[in-house]
């Protein structure tokens, strides 16, 4: 079964530096990989996602994720953070074709 | 394009009462998605369904909640009785064939009391 591990359930930044997320997954063959963004009383929304093609993936709002085979990671980077960005990350990869599986969120706080 | 429609946003009700959350998915999309949240147990699948029919309802807790898809552009998720454990954002998400990634409704944040 495919499964995704979120190694940090928060992280704080100073608005105008680096983020990151970190996420491993677990997966049999080659995985379908999401990272979804929830706003306080909101639904979640797409950011990126990793098909099998380039393994930079460029999402919105400056987001991009790496895909990285050996490491079986795909880490969430923003290389300046804003306030707007504070909101819960979620790493979800595909388990067949329409079955998504969630990892258990990162909050993201940015201080001013 | 709107998105996913879910209705109502909130909902209040007592431990016993009968509830309906309702969800019409994008247009175009043929899978469908029902999805709890909850701070214990994060974001779990209830069940989702394939031109209206239920595919895979194993998430689904128990027998109090049933879930249909009359058509298309319409679905329902219902808790008969309702119980306080309940209490939850259940989203609604849809999909296009041949896509994997889901696009989720605002929520229906239940409280039963």
């Known amino acids: 079964a495919q499964s995704v591990t979120q190694l940090d359930s928060h992280v704080s930044v100073s608005e105008g530096t680096p983020v990151l997320l970190r996420c491993n997954y677990s997966?049999?063959?080659?995985?379908?990989l999401f990272w979804y963004v929830q706003h306080p009383n909101k639904g979640l929304q797409l950011l990126l996602k990793?098909?099998?093609?380039?393994?930079l993936v460029k999402g919105i709002n400056g987001f991009e994720a790496e895909f990285k085979k050996s490491e079986t990671s795909f880490h969430l980077t923003k290389p300046s953070a804003h306030m707007s960005d504070a909101a819960e990350y979620f790493c979800?990869?595909?388990?067949?074709?329409?079955?998504?599986?969630f990892g258990t969120g990162t909050r993201l706080l940015v201080s001013p | 394009d709107a998105g996913v429609i879910q209705s109502p946003r909130h909902e209040v009700t007592e431990m016993g009462q009968e509830v309906t959350l309702r969800c019409k998915p994008i247009?175009?999309?043929?899978?469908l998605f029902w999805y709890r949240q909850t701070m214990m147990r994060g974001l779990e699948l209830l069940i989702y369904?394939?031109?209206?029919?239920?595919?895979?309802d194993s998430g689904m807790p128990e027998d109090r909640f049933s879930a249909k898809m009359p058509n298309a552009s319409f679905s329902t998720l219902k808790i008969q009785p309702s119980e306080p454990r309940d209490s939850a954002v259940y989203f609604c998400a849809s999909s296009p064939g041949g896509r994997t990634e889901q696009f989720f409704g605002p929520g229906t944040r239940l409280t039963v009391l």
């Open positions: 997966s049999s063959y080659s995985p379908s």
């Open positions: 979800v990869v595909s388990e067949g074709f329409q079955k998504l599986v």
């Open positions: 369904f394939n031109n209206n029919v239920p595919i895979d």
């Open positions: 247009s175009g999309h043929d899978y």
């Open positions: 990793y098909t099998s093609a380039a393994t």
